[in-house]
């Protein structure tokens, strides 16, 4: 039998009516995120025209009769939602469709996660670790955490996953191999088409990835359709990803809580300078999460090719923290 005796985490997900609130929300509550032994109490977050589409998910959760689900609670109040929280996925924003540019997500977008961030600032847990999932997500993030006075910034992350396990997903069928052969890729910078999936240090087997794939297409092809994949999906499903995102947030947040141990990952977190990324900025690493903290994996060999596609989706999200900045959105 399970052991289920740990105190409750709670968690707060936004946009709770929404798709990926949705697809993700069951596997939450299943305990694929935090645990089989780890009881959560479910806040979800809405805006009032999400509300009953939350309240729908809540009934089916009921339904569900999860042992590891101690509560869920529904509103619209972010000092509500935030209240305690431990873990904060915060999805809800507008997606973006076909035919709309990221950039005209910023202002959008933006002023959503300014009254957040100072929310959790003001309520949430002291242990409290934020995931972003909203696009333009490192930049959300970054607002965010300049509102959240008072919580280490490194508790503010966004979620560059779904580009790692797509840029595994892609290799691995390259080269014809199942995906646990694959190690050591690296998603560098935004979660944006700039973004750079870096094969430089990747294995497959116990071969380097450059010598099993072609170089040539692990430096063209493969880096368009891994950065160009949500656009990809937008274009066939008809609408962004929602359930290879809601799972990239689950084992983003797995990973941290939990740990990777050796295995290497992807996540955007605030820059302390690694590999030139201005200091502040929440760009897309190779990380480790070791005793509840993510960690960049530092000392890799960056050659040229690789230094100039790190600089593009670095200078990427300076613009777009300038953007804010005009804005007004952060200081
Ligand atoms: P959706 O439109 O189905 O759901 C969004 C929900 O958020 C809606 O129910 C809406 O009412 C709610 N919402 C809006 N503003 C809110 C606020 N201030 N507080 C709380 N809730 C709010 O969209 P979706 O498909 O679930 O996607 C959500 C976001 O995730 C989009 O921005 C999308 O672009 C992004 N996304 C990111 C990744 C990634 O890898 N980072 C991947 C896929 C999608
Ligand atoms: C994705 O990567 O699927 C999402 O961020 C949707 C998008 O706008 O690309």
């Known amino acids: 039998m399970n052991d289920t005796s740990h105190a409750p985490v709670t968690v707060t997900l936004?946009?709770?009516?929404?798709?990926i609130g949705y697809a993700a929300l069951f596997r939450i509550a299943a305990g694929d995120m935090l645990g089989p032994d780890q009881r959560v109490r479910l806040r979800l977050l809405e805006i009032p025209?999400?509300?009953r589409s939350a309240e729908g998910t809540a009934l089916e959760l009921a339904d569900c009769a999860f042992p590891l689900l101690d509560s869920?609670?529904?509103?619209?109040?972010?000092?509500i939602g935030f209240d305690g929280t431990n873990i904060a996925l915060?999805?809800?924003?507008?997606p973006r469709t076909a035919g709309m540019e990221r950039g005209d997500l910023l202002e959008a977008n933006g002023a959503i996660f300014g009254p957040q961030g100072r929310a959790i600032g003001a309520a949430a847990a002291d242990d409290v670790r934020v995931v972003v999932v909203g696009n333009p997500a490192n930049t959300n993030a970054l607002i965010a955490q300049q509102h959240a006075g008072g919580v280490p910034a490194e508790r503010f992350t966004a979620l560059t996953r779904l580009d790692h396990n797509r840029a595994v997903g892609l290799l691995a069928a390259e080269a014809g191999v199942a995906?646990?052969?694959v190690a050591g890729i690296t998603i560098w910078g935004n979660h944006s088409a700039t973004q750079y999936p870096d094969v430089s240090g990747a294995t497959i087997g116990d071969r380097p990835a450059l010598d099993v794939v072609d170089a040539e297409w692990a430096r063209g092809a493969y880096i368009d359709r891994v950065a160009k994949r949500g656009a990809e999906i937008i274009e066939v499903r008809g609408g962004s990803s929602v359930g290879s995102a809601a799972n990239a947030a689950i084992e983003h947040v797995r990973d941290w809580v939990l740990g990777t141990g050796e295995r290497r990952t992807s996540a955007a977190v605030v820059s302390r300078g690694e590999y030139g990324v201005p200091e502040g900025l929440i760009s897309s690493f190779p990380v480790r999460a070791v005793d509840g903290a993510w960690n960049v994996v530092e000392d890799l060999e960056i050659d040229a090719f690789s230094r100039e596609r790190i600089d593009r989706s670095v200078?990427?999200?300076v613009s777009e923290r300038d953007a804010v900045r005009g804005l007004g959105l952060i200081g």
């Open 14 to 19: 936004t946009g709770a009516g929404g798709q």
């Open 49 to 51: 025209q999400g509300m």
């Open 72 to 79: 869920v609670e529904l509103t619209d109040d972010a000092s």
């Open 90 to 94: 915060l999805i809800g924003s507008r």
């Open 179 to 181: 995906v646990p052969e």
């Open 315 to 317: 200078a990427e999200l």
